[in-house]
Every structure is written in structure tokens, then in C-alpha cells.
């Protein structure tokens, strides 16, 4: 039997709790497909910081490499300082196992409340492919005569060909598999003339190797309305780092919210990590009121990451199943437990 | 009787058709509150660029400086590759006039189609306050070993405390002159460490001086959910200028769109420049079909900053009662034509 060794990390806050939901949605899954998982649960955390002074040991750092797959919860804790957490976990992760791709499916399921008007299932499903190790987030820059008036806070969005390339092609080929086959770049090729000129460039020449694929540009604000107004344009979307981290998250509004999207952090040559997008939520940890599909649906995309393709589509259909049956998708207002969700959806697959 | 002298640039596209609304409607305006316009005419654009191959000649922002303000169509040609005429009018224009506030008024007014359930009038009413002329947009940047596979291309953030400085302050201006009183920093400190760490440290220590201003803060990702979870949380917002580029353009769409929106790019020692955010939609060009409100309220926008408060106000007025009686907000399916909309609001005044 397939087995596959996964790090758990539940994190802070409501992690543990979505966490172990999604742990017994893959176990079912796992008896039914046939496939064995075998969890490494790590304590990383806020608070695990606040009582050692520990983020992420490089050791860690080494451990996870030898994994198949990692799980994570959510990081993020009311004491700790807003950033340290996120970029010594996170962050530090992305960057060092090198994730270059974040995967957002942004797929609104029948039976979930949508906030825009004349919007359905039919009109939100389409995937963002987010470059995930440079750009931006490099941390490249400083500060000059810092606390003076005549301070100057310099910020560099650092884009490599090696970077660029490997993302697009991975939308490319992600876009070739699809039915739609639409690949659309969302930039600021007007404004960012060096780093989207990079990225159109790149783009443009290797859509010669994709003939099937349609692409497409649109400025990164047109592409916030549109994501409103016409989110059915859309079949996948490449993005750099920033722009992905801005339209993933509108992106899951559109889909039901924080508590439903799902995310994965993808090295296509090494180990991938898989999360849901939401925060600890420190005001509901504890009290089964978190919903744990977002986690559930994490497991999805490392199932598919893992080749178990069957696995996944039949976890995807046991959430379908539940989803309805839920009264709304926000923590508290569920009308039904964390827990009651995770078994609701292992019972159906 | 007061006279101003305002330079208008009709642009391209439906530029020239939902100015001249425009005028229409302020000469009305001037009549029934005792003021003169005295309008001079500018061919700047892409009709005039594919001519002569001039942009924006010196001599022509030497002048334009010495306006009381300077009211824009649209810019932006078919036969021009994108990017130049936007920063060579508009980008320029900002910077050399150093119109620091790109401020923008996110207003659904009643009876304007708003493509969020559960969302109304008494829900979104807030301003954007962008900053207009750092940044991002520095045009800061280039490229190492361009067209190769080793290729880097940087893309430099550059902010100045006396640019953020000068943009907070005329937000906590505003926002204590609001009725909420309440300003919101949107931002991302815990990544743009620099960028963003300059502008919290500055947002925070000014925020002692306005006791009367509460102050909030918001990842730029966080705030994208918000203005369509939740638009009601927010009255005065404060961004960088790429930020405050996606931003805006998000929350037009949730109060109707590009049709509707008006900014004014400001210089508050200065002459500031107005403008309807929508592009210049070419395909509606020369139709009678473009939705010239969005012009109109740019024209409600400069009589504030000219100083004329009460006929702004009756301008805002007159917009609102002919608003109801408009099919929808978009060009072509307004159930009037553009003249018609013009006619209608001008009589309103
Ligand atoms: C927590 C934060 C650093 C992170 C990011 O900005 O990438 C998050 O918003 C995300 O999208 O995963
Ligand atoms: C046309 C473009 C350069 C401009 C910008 O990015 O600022 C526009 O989107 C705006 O918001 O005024």
C-alpha cells in the first residue's frame, strides 16, 4: 500500500482544530482509495515562540524537506508581534524549500452563499497561479535617515528570469490541462515597465509553445473588477507575488470566504505545503465554531500534489455533498460544529 | 461675479463627449451659484501624439500651472502603444504639478445598480485618499543581463517621509472633518517592511495630534475582502499609490462601475487636475452612448476644491435625482444617451 509520510503543523489559534478535520477527511479517504498517511506532527508556532523563543529551527527546516507533503493550520497569535510569526513560519518556508508556485482554485460550490448579485457556480471557477518566492516579498530594501524628515523607505520588487519563467510555465501547462484553456496575465505592464516588461515579455514568448492555450493581459485594478463584474473571464490567472497575495484573497470572498479557500504552496520538483488561506482566528480557537473545509480542501489540492488523483475528486464530491447542508460558511454561523463538518464529509467519502 | 480659468483636456476616445456633459452641467451650475468658467481647450492625446509625435510639450505644463484647475476626459489611443500617453499625460501631469492626493470618492448613490447582495447606499460611502506621486509609480528600476536566462529586472518602491507625511495629513484633515471620523491605513507592514514601515511609523505618531480621528489598519489583501464583505467599516482610507490603484478601481465597481467614478488628482497648494477614472472606450467613441457621470462628478470634485462648496453640493444633488431615472450605469444601456443624461442633469441644477 502507498504510504506517504506528512508533517502536520496546526499552528495557532483555530489551526489544531481545522487541522485534525482535515487529518480525518484524508484518513477516510485514504481507507477508501487505498493510500496510507503517515503524520509528523510539529509544534511551530506562537506558542512554542513565546515559551522558548524558538520560530523555526533550521533542524526543522532540514526535517521537512524529507517529507512527501507538509499539512498546515493557520499561523498567527494575539501576543506575538504582527510579522514574525508570518515571516519566520510562513514565509521562511516559501522561501527556503522554495514553493514557487501558490495554487488558489477560486470555485464557487452550489449551495454556498456568494456576496455578488447574479453570480453562481457557473460564473466563479477558475485557479490563480501566484509566483511565491520573489518579487516583493524578496525583502529587499531600507531605510535612508531613518525617523528624519528626509527619510527615504525604499522597497525593491525583485523579479528573475529563472523565477519568472518556471511560474509561467507552470500556468502554461496548468492552463493546457483545463477545458478552457485561457491563460491570463495580470500585471501593471504600464506602470512596473521593469518588472512587468520582464513578465509580459517571458509571457508573450512562451505562449509561441502553448498554441492551444488563449492567453490574455489585464492591469492588476481592471483585474479586481473583473473578478466582480465578469469573474467568468477567467480560467487561470498568473500573477506575481503581490497582485496573487491581493486577488487570491479577494478571490475567496467571491468563493464563500475565508473559511472555504484553500491553498497550496507547490514545489513541483520537492515537497509542496498545503494550508488553508484563513487566519488562527484567535476569538474562535477552542470552541468547535471554525470551519475546517477550507483545511478539508487543503487536502484536496495534496492529495492531487501526492497522485492521487481519484482521492481527491472523491474528497472534492464528499464536500460538495456537505457543503448545502451547511448554513453559512463563517465560523460560529455554520449550524453545525468544526467537528460535525469533518464528519459529515469523511462519512461521505 | 468669481472667474476661474480651467484648462480642459477632452483626451481621446469618449473623452471630448462626457466633458462637454460636463461643462454643461458646471456652466449651470456657475449660472445658478455666481460664478464664471472661463474653459481653455487642450488637444493633447493620442490624436494629436500620432500627428505630431508630441505628448505633453513643456511649454504646455508651463501653462497649465497657471489654471485654477485642469478638467480631463480620458486618455489612451487604439493606434498607441499602451503606456505612453498614460504616463506621458497623466503620469507626468501628476508628477510635475505634484498632485500628491489621487482622492476618490466611493459613493452608491440610490438607485444605482451595485453588484453586491445585501449592500446599499447607506453602506458604501468612503474616500480613498492615494498617495499620487511616489512609490511604485518612481518609475524607479531596470534590468541586469536583459533577454537572457540570468535576466533580473528590479522594480524599486520609493517613499519619502515628505510624501508620506503630506498624504496622512490631508487624510486626518479629512477625516476630522467627516462625520464617522474614522481613517483606515491600508497597507502590508508585515511584508513591505520598508515601504510600509515608514508609513505605519508616521500614520501613528500623526494620529496623536487628530485625538478626534480613529484610527484602523488593514493588510491591502484584508481591505480587498472588506470593501465587499464589509464597506460599511470604513469612511476615510489612506494607501500607498500602487495600492491605492487597485483599490479604487475595486470599490468603482461596487458603486457601479466606471460609468459613476470620479477622482481628482490634487495639489493642495497648487492646481489640481479632475478626471472620470473610466478609460477612454474606444468603441463607444463618437456615439452618444458613454456615461458621462463619471465626468460630471469629477466636475462636483473640482467646485469643492475651487471653493465652491454649496454649488458642488447642488451639483451632487441634481446627479442624484437624475441617477433613478437612468436604466443602468453602463455606456449604451443607460436608456438615454449621452447628451440626454447631460441635458437632464443640468436642468436638475
Ligand atoms: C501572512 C502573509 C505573510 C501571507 C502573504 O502575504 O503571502 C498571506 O497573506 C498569504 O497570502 O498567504
Ligand atoms: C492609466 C494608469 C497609469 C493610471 C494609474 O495606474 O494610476 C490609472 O489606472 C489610474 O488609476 O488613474
Redesign the pocket.
Known sequence: MQEYKVAVIPGDGIGPEVVREGQKVLEAAGKKYGFRLDWHSYDLGGERYLKTGEILPDSVLEELKGFHAIYLGAIGHPDVKPGILEQGILLRTRFVLDLYVNLRPIKLYPGVECPLKEKGPEDIDYIVVRENTEGLYAGSGGFLRQGTEHEVAVQESVNTYMGVERCLRYAFELAATRKRRKLTLCG?T??LTYAFGLWERVFREMAKEYPSVEIDYT?V?ATCMWMIKSPEWFDVVVTDNMFGDIITDLGAITQGGLGIAAGGNINPRGVSMFEPIGGSAPKYAGQNKANPVAAILAGQLMLTDLGQAQAAQGLEEAVSRVLPRMQTQSAGRMGMSTSEVGDAIAAEI
Do not use: F, G, M, S
Request: proline share 0%; no cysteine; net charge neutral.
Open positions: 501593471k504600464n506602470v492591469h485594478d
